[in-house]
């Protein structure tokens, strides 16, 4: 493994009740510290490749807590956050999508040390195609849970399709997010992102809720780039999906075996996007999972680690 610089502890420790352990690190290349959760579990070099989650638009290292634990029975386990999104600051590092391929690049090459079976879900699932695209010698496997991929524009719910249209024109963008940021308390913003990204928001997890919160008043307080990072990342979503032929083209070219899980009631991605996907890649292994919204780790998180552990028992 290449020796990275450990920075500061992280200011937060949230993720301790699910047995993860916060460390702020200093990639060479990515100009902030980064933060990751390493969720321990078997960890020799000549055990089975670890597993990496990143996390989609908006969210954390928080998304994996429920997943984490049930993974690492077999296989170390590390989440990490996205520049300008979680404990990861923005700080001078871009947040797009081609931006943060290149951080989780540093972090599986500096950190891992190791090829990884890599799990992404929504934004996060689009980073990690471009990833396993550009650098297949470090991805052993792909998991792809409700990943950003394109989708026919009538397919989309309308709020969803209206919010990232609004997202897309400068300045009325930039003033509608600090509009939300800052008119809305930090339990109505979980309470609200919960609803939209869950079939079913009472499945979600209270401690999981809090924990939410919790991380929002401390952005609030120290990540006044937060807004940027989101909308960055929201624009660039947009342009990597809007680019015709790049992003099929990746999809293409990704050599590492996938299995795609998709929720058949997600209103962000819709489930055509991903039969679509299994139609195009015939060798991809895709499970719709039925009554299921956008964040399947987090709605029903034991079957998705039951369907991970079975694919990844399966030859490759």
């Given amino acids: 493994m290449t020796h990275v610089e450990q920075g500061d502890a992280p200011p937060l420790s949230l993720a301790r009740a699910w047995g993860g352990e916060g460390h702020l690190v200093h990639l060479a290349g990515v100009a902030a510290p980064v933060h990751y959760v390493d969720f321990g579990g078997p960890g020799s070099p000549v055990g089975e490749a670890p597993v990496v989650l990143v996390h989609g638009l908006g969210g954390s290292h928080l998304n994996w807590v429920l997943l984490a634990p049930l993974l690492r029975r077999r296989r170390r386990v590390y989440a990490l956050d996205l520049a300008g999104f979680g404990l990861t600051p923005g700080g001078g590092q871009a947040a797009s999508v081609d931006d943060n391929a290149e951080l989780l690049t540093a972090f599986l090459r500096q950190v891992v040390g190791r090829p990884c079976v890599l799990v992404g879900n929504s934004m996060g699932g689009l980073v990690s195609i471009l990833l396993a695209s550009a650098h297949p010698e470090l991805v052993e496997r792909l998991v792809l849970l409700d990943p950003a991929i394109p989708t026919r524009r009538r397919a989309m719910d309308r709020r969803v399709a209206g ?26 913003r979980v309470r609200d992102t919960t609803a939209l990204c869950f079939a079913d928001p009472t499945r979600a997890d209270a401690q999981v809720l809090a924990a939410g919160v919790a991380l929002l008043k401390h952005r609030r307080r120290h990540a006044a780039d937060a807004d940027a990072s989101y909308l960055e990342a929201a624009r660039s979503i947009l342009r990597s999906l809007g680019r015709r032929g790049r992003f099929p083209a990746a999809m293409a070219s990704v050599t590492a075996p996938v299995l795609l899980v998709h929720g058949d009631r997600d209103r962000l991605v819709p489930v055509e996007a991903a039969r679509t996907a299994a139609a195009e890649h015939p060798d991809w292994t895709c499970v719709i999972l039925p009554g299921i919204g956008h964040t399947p780790m987090l709605e029903t998180p034991t079957e998705v680690a039951r369907l991970i552990d079975e694919w990844l028992g399966q030859p490759g």
């Avoid at 400068?170 to 003033?175: D, F, H, N």
């Fill in 163 to 188: 919010t990232f249209l609004i997202y897309r024109i400068p300045r009325v963008g930039e003033l509608f997010t600090r509009s939300v940021s800052t008119r809305m308390t930090d339990e109505r």
